[in-house]
């Protein structure tokens, strides 16, 4: 690995997409500081012209257009009607916490293992009604994608407590068997653009969703008010609750 990196082809690398390239682009990197070769392979990848792709102005206009809110609650509607029924408490944990499909599974799961283990205090802030997924850094806290925080009634932890695990290959193919697609992160989308719809800052929807912008203020003296935040979410996803009955 050592020599391809330093000698090898690496134009194989333009043969991926856009979003698989990103992805071996950061894995060859991390490779390549691990093995103390850094600064030969990023010339390399200089010479060669490759660089990680970043979505441009016109592609996010696309994705904005192509959204359809009465769309994804369509689909949400008509996959519970083919889950079971701890499948569908998980699919309103994420519409409820906006949380990546991945980090959705994870979060559930450990809420059952937890309350086994009479441990669940660990995760979840009875206070705060909030779960502290910023106390597991290595399922949680990544290089880019991270998530600190999720407000979550009390109620639907129990629920999910007293539940069974789920698993992301069988809810797929459960989808799959009735010619549903599988668009779980969509209702990460939905999420963040129904909070902003009522009233949630963009800022306050950001920390929520694990991003901590490079603003000075942000980073160093923006200090919401968490509780008040709670009631604020909590007081939208009730309305969001109704429209779903």
């Known amino acids: ?3 391809h990196l330093i000698v090898g082809d690496l134009r194989i690398i333009e043969t991926f997409s856009n979003y ?7 894995s060859l990197i991390a490779l390549s500081k691990f093995l103390g070769i850094y600064r030969d392979f990023k010339q390399r990848l200089m010479d060669h012209g490759i660089k990680l792709s970043v979505q441009d102005s016109f592609a996010s206009f696309l994705r904005i257009l192509t959204v359809n809110v009465d769309e994804i609650l369509d689909w949400y509607r008509s996959a519970c009607e083919v889950l079971k029924e701890h499948e569908r408490l998980y699919f309103k944990f994420m519409l409820l916490t906006g949380l990546r499909r991945t980090e ?10 937890l309350h086994k283990a009479n441990k669940l ?3 979840y802030d009875y206070t705060l009604n909030c779960l502290m997924h910023f106390k ?4 949680f806290i990544r290089r880019t994608k991270n998530c600190y925080i999720s407000f979550i009634p ?3 932890v129990n629920k999910i407590a007293n539940s069974k695990p789920v698993s992301q290959s069988t809810i797929r193919k459960r989808l799959r068997k009735n010619n549903l697609r599988c668009e779980i992160n969509k209702l990460r989308d939905f999420y963040g653009t129904y909070l902003l719809k009522h009233g949630i800052l963009e800022q306050e929807i950001n920390l929520l969703q694990g991003r901590i912008p490079k603003s000075i203020f942000i980073k ?3 200090s919401p008010n968490l509780k008040d935040l709670r009631t604020r979410i909590f007081e939208a996803l009730k309305q969001l609750e109704q429209q779903l009955n």
């Open 20 to 26: 698989k390239r990103n992805h071996v682009i950061k």
């Open 104 to 113: 959705g599974i994870i979060a559930f799961n450990r809420i059952i293992e």
């Open 220 to 222: 160093h003296y923006w």
């Open 1 to 3: 690995m050592y020599k």
């Open 154 to 156: 009390e109620s639907l």
């Open 121 to 123: 205090e660990d995760y």
């Open 136 to 139: 597991y850094p290595k399922d």
